[in-house]
């Protein structure tokens, strides 16, 4: 899905869930005479952006396909896996565990075929009354705790947050309507590294052909121009340019029409470009502090300073396309093909924990020492989320949701719930 960080730690340490891992190519000079280098000029001025709006309501995609439900991908290591014992995951007898039950049930959907996760998918599915001491009792009967441990011994890592934006738009340009949200384009070429170096696994080279030759892909600076390259690929049209900005972060969101109708809409590809924060950029310029590099940070120096904006947001060169998704979905698809819950799903590297497993996580709230702690399922992956002991959690939608998103930078430990008949301690 991926995600969308407004957030500091989105903002200072790039995109979790939602940025793709991609090798960018090296930056040629563009011929004079190529028309994206003149329009590039061209820019809207930004005396005409419209009034910030922040979102009222109550809302990584993975560089490549995510493994198919219940397989091991390319270059996983589940060794890093620890037995653990029940007693050991804090909080979990006063956890509302029927909270997580409809996300559980969505990870057995995807997983019910897997010869491992089968047993407990048929469990769950036949549990009339999923009350809190019924889930426990079946968690305990058909799986195994495991604490997820750093190649060192450590057992702590960072916890980060997403959510999932909702932005006013139309399927039209107007006056008010006037940034547009791009589709693939037609021209983006996306190469497989891995399939020609195995030890490129998981990564991917983007850009365009140039003749017989693949050249870099257009950049943020060459595509939100007045004569985009990319005109005719708009999926909607919104208000607010940094909502827009912040939604590419994140990598799915809602799109409100004036009808009232919601619109989802998930991350469908990127140009290559490297992230670069633009929290990361105003304070090396001296523009903010760190402690003001938050989505409401961000957009307070902008109303202050609408002639710098543009220049601001370019200075990321990355680009997120998007596809629009079905309605009537209970959540933004994550990279497990399934609705993710808000406060009860993460975002995980499934090289080191099993895509689809119900984990357990132990935290606290953002800026506070008051424990967050709860059964959560790991459905989701993103560019940023690197490591064993790493996870991003989800959340929900609206502006509430953005506001504890955007706030969480914290340690915090995770164990990993799985079948007991499935081999862990192995390294493919």
Known sequence: ???????????MLGACGSLPETIALPQAPVPAAEPVQAAACVCEPVETLPPFQIPDAERYSPALPPPKPGEVPKGADWSLLKPAAWAD??????DDLVAAWSGLQQSCGALKKNEFWKPACEAVSQLAEPTTPA???LLREYFMPYLATTAEGGDSGLITGYYQPLLKGSRSRSERYRYPLYARPDDLVAVDLGGIYPELAN????GKLNGTKLAPYYSRGEIDIA???LAGKELFWVDDVVDLFFLQ??????????????????????????????GKVLIRRGEITAD????QGIKDWGRRNPDKLRDLLNSNPSYVFFRELPGGLSGPLGALGVPIAGERSIAIDPRYIPLGAPGYLGTTYPNSSKPLQRLVLAQDTGGAIKGPVRADFFWGAGYEAGRQAGAMKQQGRLWVLLPKAMPVNHSK
Not at 89 to 94: H, I, K, S, V, Y
Not at 203 to 206: A, D, P, Q
């Open 135 to 137: 889930v426990a009792a």
């Open 249 to 278: 972060i994140q990598g799915s969101g809602i799109i409100q029409l004036e009808n009232g109708e919601q619109v989802p809409v998930g991350y469908a590809d990127q140009n290559g470009h490297p992230y670069e924060s633009i």
């Open 203 to 206: 990564r991917r080279l983007r």
């Open 89 to 94: 995951l804090p909080g979990f007898e006063q």
């Open 1 to 11: 899905m991926l995600r969308l960080l407004p957030l500091l730690p989105a903002l």
């Open 292 to 295: 003001k590099a938050s989505m």
């Open 227 to 229: 004569s985009s390259p």
